[in-house]
């Protein structure tokens, strides 16, 4: 009998991570001087070793035993060949998934979450602040500081603290203490609240509490911590991709296509990183990052500077942009705004070492259902761009005759996020996307912000 | 469309949680609407000529230039500010 599961045996949990920046050039960060930003700039929140990190170029770097330690409690996670969905999908592909959903807050946010910890208390460090929406990374946080001894303070939204009490008590579960934002605790808490006694509150509020919370603390033991798109969370995600090359030889086989959903970039970089470190040195591998079909922002637009608002006040950073004078027309406005993407994934999009794929709502939505009545599990709202995607591969495969090799990073379960679904079982979507035509006009706007260097590092 | 879109609710992909158009018309930067509102609706319903109905055409266009923070970026920004906050300045 074959089995589904591939089992890394836990002597080849992977001892380094693996660091993109030493086989990719980066245009730097620049402020509104248009000069670098510096690291030390970020001092005020992170401590300097994770700084070192954030700007490291070795390519390889050693994963201390104590991350280690606390990464065995899930990992090495397993990898799934989905022979239920094949079969559904009558497709000669064959469908591998990483399940990233077996962590104890159930993503693969703690790999990253576990790293910073540690890396605090060795800094020094007594508390961690961060903001968190419905609770995924606050809850990740808050189970990474209970296994190193760290005070954790999440400041989360208040509409989702209301609508979610569930994720304060898992939190409190480890010992962190989650807020409501805005909170009497900080300032811009303050502000919002005479403003609006009644606020739901936002993220924006949120982590201007999170960071006023860790600058203003004197005595220095305190920092801030962030779950998603700067280049260190990237680096702590690669575990994952460095585990699925080795369930991937002893399954015998090498991905032809490698998949994983972009938001900020994190499960993707994760899962993908180690396979676009292969491509450099001559493998012939796709790598997908998946977006909304509605959210072209690196699927349809130029490699370009832009600023973060309309006022010009924000520094720029090389990514894949529409620029500021979009305008969108009715009906077709979908995500073109949001650019909130790693620097790194924009760069390797550029550099045409992996093809961005987009896919619509429905799409999302009938992925995610037919995965849970097919392998079982029922993935979060973020995975099922991914599996969209996996499924859209795997019938190419079928049309064209071809048993391709798909990975796909399940980056987490749904299971905290039914309502999700609600709406999609109801039947109350439906779909639409941009011209070719749209997207020209709009890219001939922004034809006059400076063009980053078209870096290429092999 | 019959029902009133402010009454209508959404998975806001930023907090994992469902919110209505109510919402969205209010969490953005100076209590403005969010930057992806018609990200997020526009497979619902036409929310930008609702937009316009409700702020007018200039506002929509403001809107749709307004762009996120690049990470780095807006991490100085919040530290700069913090310490503002910090000092009581």
């Known amino acids: 009998m074959q089995g589904k599961a591939i089992i890394l045996p836990a002597a080849e949990l992977p001892r380094q991570w693996y660091n993109i920046l030493a086989d990719i050039k980066m245009n730097p960060p620049l402020g509104p001087d248009g000069q670098p930003i510096s690291p030390e700039m970020l001092a005020p929140v992170f401590p300097m070793n994770i700084i070192e990190q954030e700007v490291s170029s070795q390519r390889w770097i050693d994963i201390p035993e104590p991350v280690l330690d606390v990464y065995r409690i899930w990992r090495p996670s397993p990898l799934y060949r989905a022979f239920a969905l094949e079969k559904a999908l009558d497709t000669p592909a064959h469908i591998y998934y990483k399940y990233e959903g077996n962590s104890p807050p159930g993503s693969h946010k703690p790999n990253t979450a576990v790293a910073q910890a540690y890396y605090n208390k060795q800094f020094g460090i007594k508390r961690i602040t961060t903001e968190t929406g419905a609770g995924q990374w606050g809850s990740a946080l808050a189970f990474a500081c209970s296994q190193f001894g760290l005070e954790c303070r999440v400041y989360m939204v208040r509409i989702s603290f209301d609508q979610k009490p569930y994720r304060k008590t898992m939190m409190g579960m480890w010992g962190a203490n989650c807020i409501p934002s805005p909170s009497t605790e900080t300032k811009a808490g ?119 608002d309309t006022a010009r006040y924000t520094p720029m950073l090389p990514m894949h942009s529409l620029g500021h004078t979009f305008t969108p027309a009715p009906i077709h406005a979908g995500g073109l705004r949001y650019h909130g993407m790693a620097p790194t994934v924009s760069q390797l999009a550029d550099e045409g070492l992996i093809t961005p794929k987009a896919v619509s709502q429905v799409d999302c939505y009938e992925a995610g259902v037919l995965f849970a009545r097919t392998e079982g599990f029922i993935p979060a709202p973020e995975t099922t761009h991914a599996l969209a995607q996996t499924i859209a591969e795997a019938r190419q495969a079928k049309a064209e005759g071809k048993a391709k090799v798909i990975v796909v990073n399940y980056s987490g379960h749904g299971l905290l996020d039914l309502g999700a679904y609600e709406r999609f079982l109801a039947g109350e979507l439906q779909d639409a996307t941009l011209s070719d035509e749209e997207v020209k006009q709009l890219v001939d706007r922004i034809r006059n912000h400076p063009v980053p260097q078209h870096l290429k590092s092999v | 469309m019959s029902q009133d879109p402010q009454q209508m609710t959404i998975r806001c992909p930023r907090l994992g949680s469902s919110v209505t158009f109510a919402y969205c018309l209010g969490c953005g930067q100076a209590g403005g609407p969010c930057f992806k509102i018609c990200d997020c609706w526009w497979e619902m319903f036409d929310v930008v000529g609702c937009l316009e109905s409700r702020l007018g055409h200039e506002a929509v266009v403001k809107l749709a230039r307004a762009r996120p923070a690049p990470k780095v970026a807006s991490l100085i920004e919040l530290i700069a500010q913090a310490r503002k906050n910090a000092s009581g300045s």
């Open chain 1, 190 to 308: 303050r502000d919002a609240l005479e403003k609006d006694p009644t606020t739901p509150g936002s993220l924006g509020i949120a982590i201007s509490e999170a960071i006023e919370v860790a600058v203003g603390d004197t005595s220095g033991q305190t920092r801030y911590s962030l779950g998603s798109v700067l280049n260190h969370v990237m680096l702590h995600q690669t575990v994952i991709g460095l585990e699925v090359k080795k369930q991937m030889e002893m399954a015998g086989e090498y991905p032809d296509i490698v998949i994983g959903c972009a938001g900020g970039g994190s499960n993707f970089a994760g899962l993908a990183f180690p396979f676009v470190y292969d491509k450099i040195h001559g493998k012939n591998v796709e790598i997908y990052p998946v977006e909304p079909k509605a959210c072209p922002s690196l699927t349809r637009a130029p490699f370009i500077y832009d600023h973060g």
